[in-house]
């Protein structure tokens, strides 16, 4: 397994598993209008804007894009492991990934949980900082935990 910057030439390939996990994992646990408020903000311009500054890592094992992390500052974003790969290790590894990097520079990380993520970060110490609902175009609400782990 290798975690790699991303280069402009891979956005397609974090928009891919990006898109995917969304659309495939997300109905699960959210209305539409939570699902396509995702996808829109993960737009291709917002990660080309990520990639650009630095900030986009992609996990690979035996040169297959598995998954994605974003890190800016002391935040990690955008993290998305292909479906059928999940429950394998790779968010895992991701996550220790942009912890470390984070630490570097900062005492401790903050990231804005889904649903379907929150018992993850819950087993990795992070707590739960504060409760999140954004209401969608369509009237249906996101809800979000915004947590923190101090190292």
């Keep these: 397994m290798e975690i790699k910057a991303a280069g402009e030439d891979s956005l397609e390939i974090v928009s891919e598993i990006t898109v995917r996990t969304i659309e495939t994992v997300y109905p699960r646990y959210y209305p539409k209008g939570a699902v396509d408020f995702f996808l829109k903000h993960h737009c291709d311009e917002n990660i080309l804007t990520d990639i650009r500054n630095g900030n986009v890592f992609i996990c690979c094992d035996d040169n297959t894009a598995v998954g994605t992390v974003t890190v800016k500052g002391n935040e990690i974003c955008r993290l998305f492991i292909l479906p059928e790969y999940q429950g394998r290790g790779y968010g895992s590894k991701l996550i220790e990934f942009a912890e470390k990097r984070i630490s570097e520079n900062h005492n401790k990380v903050i990231l804005d949980s889904s649903l379907p993520a929150k018992p993850v970060y819950l087993k990795r110490g992070y707590n739960s ?23």
Excluded: P, R
């Design 129 to 151: 900082t504060e409760f999140h609902s954004i209401k969608t175009a369509n009237g249906d609400f996101l809800c979000y935990d915004v947590m923190m782990k101090i190292f």
